[in-house]
């Protein structure tokens, strides 16, 4: 009886997988659920039941197998071995671990390689690749894929029905690959014979080459393009970097139905690094969501104070999930580094408290699972000094190994008062935006910068920052979602655009919206070429204004200003000169140059919404911050005002602040508020999770 009462008090406490009619994979009761990556054929067998006992102990719920597991998988093409595999999941199992079953597409083994050298990945000066590392195989070769397809299909047939595998992650942070490989070259000619109906006057048109003599008389001309060539014709380049996407996320995408025809009751995803202007995430449609890995502290030092540089960058997860979730609604993240890492310019130890701090900011976001590479320290191979959860002995856990204990104890005495995901206060939603985003807007731009200090990642990134520190909820969307869910929709340097887009945005203002446009968009069509009206007047029914003319400043110089409400910003990376039309306020004009006095920043009221444009780039992203702030206001949504570096979300009836500053944070509790984690004083890498 004792038995059997044990047995069932840890199957209640044991989070529940699986479909629900609302929300099929994740369970909202559960917050998020939490793993760690094993690689059973780096260990000695007779390890691997300490190992897994040891790691459900710590409170991990779920593990990672078979990423790069080709070679042991398949040894010898076409014969397979997952014996030893099923082993791994049998002792996984035994300590109440699920398991997330991977593609190991990233790591091709010998024997293949030798057979059929043709599947090497080639660059641009005729370079090929070899064996000892890994993805160095050519997504657009069909032989690889016919390979890679037939193992998958053997491992989705073998693990397809297996309650004790929860999902799927294929390849490893698949890349958009430019890829010169004479199958790459071949299919880019197929694509695009296909995108221009075999009609070759259409592509010469597409990239207007009758400049420069570039006019093409047959499809089985064209190459992909030379992009380390500064004059490379540019239309090119913008179809050639869809193909590549393309490529990726097909190939992704075909190993996913592969699957899907034996799963049951398994998730697809893939577990992207956020290369948000690779263009292929979100891409391959069949995924049931996708996830992201993320890395913190490598080296790079644009954290906050002298020791941001442990902490990191405060809004790196907090972009990545604003970029992942609204693509399906759903998003996990795979990889967290647990410690040190191996491959930064520096490898410092995170700050104590950090490892927490970041997940608790996947949490935030909304995340239904974190992972953490890896497990285990290697003791050999490329990645010899990359912490795991625990040291090199096996057993000793790590600092960051603790902190994850502890994150997930947290978790665990949460779950006992969970309310569904989506209960979070009413004036969070209402501060909610969304910043609209196509990659190609910056492959178009940069190769036609105009002023070498122009950053479209740091010029979008101006208005990010403004709206977290407001703490707004901000979802980075594309063009297919539905525009109308934001009270406010931000298109910053949306440079490729037609009629449709343009009225799509009229329509979103005329029923309520609010609009904002910045410097550079619509300047051009889809093709990257300049349409036979005024410069930048694709939007100028939409704006009220006509584009004078727009300058470029040399930096070192006296910078240019930028007067708004009686202050003076400074600027000199993009500065748009506009003629507002009769109906549009002027809510900045320039204070410096002969254009002094003319207008840069515009706002009007258009059917039951407004279109404000900001037509000037500034250094420090202040003018454009307060430019949002004065919309806010205008439109009577509050804002809060928080520091750079402290950020708060709100998921499961919870707030959370994270404080990736390098001070103590006092935050002012909202009023009936009960503290679940933390205090209100939120120390340096600290969090405040509070009942609202
Ligand atoms: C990731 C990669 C992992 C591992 C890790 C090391 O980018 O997906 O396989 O190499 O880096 O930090």
Known sequence: MKKLFLLFSLICCLPSWGANKMKPWFNDKNLILTGVYYYPEHWKESEWERDFKQMHEL???????????????????????????????ALAAKYHLKVIMCTS???????????YPEILLKDEKGFSQDHGARQHASFSSPLYRELSYKMIEKLAQHYGNDSRIVGWQLDNEPAVQFDYNDAAQKEFRHYLSDRYQNNISQLNDAWGTSFWSETYSSFDQINIPQ???MFMNHHQILDYRRFAAKESSDFLNNQCLLIKKYAQNQWVTSNYIPDYSAGHIGKSKDFDFVSYTRYMVYGDDDGIGDRGYRVGNPLRIAYANDFFRPITGVYGVMELQPGQVNWGSINPQPLPGAIRLWLWSVFAGGSDFACTYRYRQPLYGT???HNGIVGTDGTTVLPGGREYEQFMKEIVALRKTAKDKAVVPTDYTARKAAILFNPENSWSIDRQKQNKLWDTDR????????LKSFGAPVDIIDESKDFSHYPILIAPAYQLADEALVDRWRKYVEQGGNLVLTCRTAQKDRYGRL????????????TGDKLDFYDLLLDGRTPGKVSFDSKDYDWNTWGEILIPGKDTQVWASYDSEFYKGKAA??????????????????KDGELEANVLSKLYKELNIPVMDLPYGVTIEYRNGMGIVMNYTDKDYTFQLPKGAKILIGSADIPVAGVLVFAD
Do not use: C
């Not at 597409?105 to 057979?115: E, G, N, Q, S, V």
């Open 59 to 89: 409170g991990f719920e779920f593990t990672h197998f078979a990423e790069f597991a080709w070679a042991q998988l398949e040894p010898e093409e076409g014969k397979y071995d997952f014996a030893w595999l099923d082993r791994a999941v």
């Open 105 to 115: 597409t990233a790591t091709p083994p010998i024997w293949l390689t030798r057979k």
């Open 227 to 229: 992009m380390s060539l």
């Open 383 to 385: 990645e010899q000094y």
């Open 459 to 466: 010029h979008i990134n101006h208005y990010y920052k403004t």
């Open 531 to 542: 349409p036979a009206i005024s410069f930048g007047g694709m939007i100028s029914s939409l």
């Open 601 to 618: 920043v515009t706002h009007r009221t258009l059917g039951k919404g407004t279109v404000t444009y900001v037509g000037v780039d500034t």
